[in-house]
């Protein structure tokens, strides 16, 4: 994994199975002063990254600062690579620079301070999570009009997987002393107090408010080639194999997500009857011209519960040779989809556009439960 982090290290102590524990955990695990104390020790985070950055980009190549810029300026994205490798140079170096120069090379990677005021994000979690932390921005902005920005380590993660990501790293505005403790922290906060920065923090996702806009989403999330390649490849072999056309993705969800269900509303997992209904469902209604394509952090259970004596599940990923952005890219790939739940799988199920069943929880305001109210072809299934 990335490191996660950037300006607000202070976060990434939450673990991701306690998705939104922070909104949700019991009222005396949250002293009423650990919203400022983050939001503290967040600044500083801030503040300081920024001066490490002032230095450390000083001495990355301008070319990269130059591509930076016309990134942020949304006319000619900078090619995947220029954005994942930062090159930088050796420690010390620097400072041998007199700070006049450090200041020209820094300066044509900066853009203007916002006017209106900005919009930034904490990050943590993994991919899943990340997405709608660069989503929730993307879509706050939007509504707001003001100027989005995510950390480094953001766009870090997301611009292996996707290209054209037009928000930039907050540190093309490290200059303009923004004073982010000075801000609201939802874009319905935004609505009452307008004429604020928003500082969102890493839950809750805003799922209603982001979702207005899955089509441009769609959109936003746009694969790499190389990505697109060899997800068509690895369907195509199926397809070949099999001779269905219809490609069903199935995520299944299972490693540390019981504990998180257990805690959030004293649920278990998916049993496997969910996902064999619901693969029976889509076998009726295209009359077995239909493949199912699973991905999962557990494939051993996959392949022991729901591909034994099938010649119609395939499990990617068996042999360990997937990865998040492959399974995500293949799953994405697929006409179709059945999720159990968790962002990962429902950013897989998003970007595919297909028909989506996903597994009924009990807790509603799990990410998955409110896309299957939005989303007009999702629904549940017990
Ligand atoms: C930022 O805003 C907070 C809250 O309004 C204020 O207390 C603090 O002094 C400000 N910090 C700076 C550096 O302006
Ligand atoms: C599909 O199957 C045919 C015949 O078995 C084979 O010649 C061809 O290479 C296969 N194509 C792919 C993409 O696997
Ligand atoms: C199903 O998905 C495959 C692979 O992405 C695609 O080639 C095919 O056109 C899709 N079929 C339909 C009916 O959309
Ligand atoms: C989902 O579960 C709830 C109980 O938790 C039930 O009332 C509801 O009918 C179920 N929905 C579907 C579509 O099965």
Avoid at 356 to 373: D, F, G, P, Q, R
Wanted: glycine share 8%; net charge positive.
């Amino acid at each position: 994994m990335p490191r996660v982090g950037g300006g607000v290290r202070g976060y990434v102590k939450v673990p991701l199975v306690n998705k939104r524990g922070a909104e949700t955990g019991p009222a005396k695990s949250r002293p009423a002063d650990s919203w400022c104390c983050k939001m503290l020790v967040a600044f500083v985070g801030v503040t300081s990254t920024a001066v490490l950055i002032l230095f450390s980009t000083g001495a990355v190549t301008t070319e990269r600062v130059l591509q930076r810029s016309s990134d942020v300026d949304g006319q000619s994205p900078p090619p995947a690579s220029s954005a994942v490798v930062v090159r930088q140079t050796p420690p010390g170096t620097v400072a041998e620079l007199p700070s006049t120069m450090t200041q020209r090379a820094v300066a044509p990677g900066l853009r203007p301070c916002p006017t209106k005021g900005a919009v930034t994000v904490q990050v943590a979690g993994r991919l899943g999570n990340q997405m709608w932390q660069y989503a929730t921005t993307w879509a706050t902005a939007r509504k707001t009009g003001l100027e989005p920005f995510v950390p480094r380590s953001l766009r870090r993660t997301l611009d292996k997987i996707f290209r054209d990501l037009s928000v930039p790293p907050v540190e093309v505005i490290s200059h303009c002393h923004v004073n982010w403790t000075n801000s609201v922290k939802s874009p319905y906060d935004w609505k009452k107090r307008p004429g604020q920065n928003v500082f969102l923090p890493i839950y809750p996702f805003y799922e209603t408010f982001v979702l207005q806009w899955v089509d441009e989403l769609r959109r936003v999330f746009t694969f790499h080639d190389e990505l697109l390649q060899a997800s068509h490849d690895t369907l195509r072999s199926i397809g070949n194999s099999s001779g269905a056309t219809t490609y069903v993705g199935v995520h299944v969800r299972r490693t540390d997500y019981g504990h998180h269900l257990w805690i959030r509303g004293r649920e278990h997992l998916a049993s496997s009857k969910f996902f064999l209904d619901a693969m029976a469902y889509f076998k009726a209604k295209y009359r077995d011209d239909v493949v199912f394509v699973v991905t999962s952090d557990d494939p051993i259970w996959c392949q022991q519960n729901l591909a034994k004596g099938s010649s119609d599940v395939f499990i990617a990923g068996g042999s360990g040779l997937s990865t998040p952005e492959k399974d995500l890219a293949l799953m994405a790939a697929c006409n179709h989809s059945i999720l159990d739940y968790g962002t990962f799988g429902c950013w897989g199920a998003i970007l595919a556009n297909g028909e989506t069943i996903v597994y009924n929880l009990s807790v509603s305001v799990e990410t998955s439960m409110i896309a299957a109210k939005l989303i007009p072809n999702w629904r549940v299934m017990d």
